[in-house]
């Protein structure tokens, strides 16, 4: 699993995925698939990707229109579990559906 499919599907899923980097460091990766570290002021010293591949835990949480009442609590959730949500995603996207079967 790479950052870039976890990217995807919380574009796809309209989640929010945080988690702690190895480094100490807190990495969100928000509804447009972008992602945010709080308190990085400059470009980082380090690789995200790299970095990325060493978390084994995340929290996601879905992220809703405002008035909604009884938002969902935040999920935890391990990397195997993050890995079979990936997947289940599956490829998507416009250009996935130019084939024929």
């Known amino acids: 699993m790479k950052l870039s499919d976890v ?3 919380t574009v796809r899923k309209r989640v929010r995925i945080g988690f702690h980097l190895p480094n100490g460091m807190e990495c969100v990766l928000d509804e447009h698939g972008i992602a945010r570290i709080p308190g990085l002021q400059a470009p980082p010293d380090f690789n995200l990707d790299e970095q990325f591949s060493q978390v084994t835990q995340f929290l996601m949480e879905p992220v809703l229109d405002e008035g909604i009442r009884n938002k969902p609590k ?3 959730m391990s990397r195997e579990q993050l890995t079979a949500l ?12 130019d084939h024929d079967e």
């Open 74 to 76: 935040p999920e935890s």
């Open 86 to 97: 990936v997947r289940a995603s599956g490829p998507g996207g416009p250009a996935d559906d």
């Open 7 to 9: 990217r995807k599907v």
